[in-house]
């Protein structure tokens, strides 16, 4: 396999053609945020229901929590990450993707 660098203009473009790709096909979900009344997996199943969300699913946040990587830890279809974490692969394969504001404000200042 051949690994080649991408530049940062490039790379910036193709993440942006990822994230309105997944506005349009409605895979992109913007919450205000994840808090957790306790650490419990049954808790984050329950919110991830209440959005709606199956499959494998992205949780993008500005800081990951240890209640939230704790509760989400034995779910094997959820990924938990921080934003300046994310790559480009990442995005494509998730079913869903579910952001918080604060990450999306770290996402844009990224992109500019």
């Given at each position: 396999?051949?690994?080649?660098?991408?530049?940062?203009?490039?790379?910036?473009?193709?993440?942006?053609?990822i994230?309105?790709?997944?506005?349009?096909?409605?895979?992109?979900?913007?919450?205000?945020?994840?808090?957790?009344?306790?650490?419990?997996?049954?808790?984050?199943?329950?919110?991830?229901?209440?959005?709606?969300?199956?499959?494998?699913?992205?949780?993008l946040?500005?800081?990951?929590?240890?209640?939230?990587?704790?509760?989400?830890?034995?779910?094997?279809?959820?990924?938990?990450?921080?934003?300046?974490?994310?790559?480009?692969?990442?995005l494509?394969?998730?079913?869903?993707?579910?952001?918080?504001?604060?990450?999306?404000?770290?996402?844009?200042?990224?992109?500019?």
């Amino acid at each position: 396999m051949i690994l080649k660098k991408v530049n940062r203009k490039m790379y910036r473009q193709a993440l942006a053609s990822i994230l309105s790709e997944l506005i349009r096909q409605k895979r992109l979900i913007v919450i205000n945020s994840l808090e957790l009344k306790e650490t419990k997996t049954k808790v984050f199943v329950q919110k991830l229901d209440h959005l709606k969300v199956s499959g494998r699913v992205l949780v993008l946040m500005d800081t990951v929590t240890p209640e939230v990587m704790l509760a989400s830890r034995n779910l094997g279809h959820v990924y938990v990450e921080d934003i300046m974490h994310v790559n480009l692969v990442m995005l494509v394969g998730a079913e869903a993707v579910v952001l918080t504001i604060d990450a999306m404000k770290k996402l844009e200042e990224r992109l500019a």
